[in-house]
């Protein structure tokens, strides 16, 4: 009776791991148990990384709106009530962007904002 390997299969499978792996530093790159390792890591930190990065880019998105209120004589929560009682419903990366490229747009919503805390 023949003998059945799984050879290809199984070369098949180191070959996908040690490419996924290509650009590693030192042994995590080319042996295959470290490189499992490695590569089972870096697959983690990157789907947690893609939830943190929401939470950084909204951090920052605040950030900038806050000091562009502040320039416009408003807090950052003041601003966000003001706009939310107008019922303006542009969102923190459209503000962001208007605070960073144009000023003056952001000045009148911040006006606008201003006149719902008024009100």
Known sequence: MVRVTNAVAAHKRTKKVLKRCKGFYG?????????QDAMM????????????RKRDFRSLWITRIGVAAKINGLSYSKFIDGL?????????????ELAIRD?????????????????
């Open 84 to 96: 939310r009682k107008v019922g303006c419903s542009i969102n923190r990366k459209i503000l962001s």
């Open 27 to 35: 042994d995590r790159k080319n042996h295959l148990k470290l490189s």
């Open 41 to 52: 890591a870096a697959l983690a930190n990157s789907y947690k990384h893609r939830k943190l």
């Open 103 to 119: 000023p003056n747009a952001f000045s009148a919503i911040a006006g606008s904002a201003k006149k719902g805390l008024a009100a």
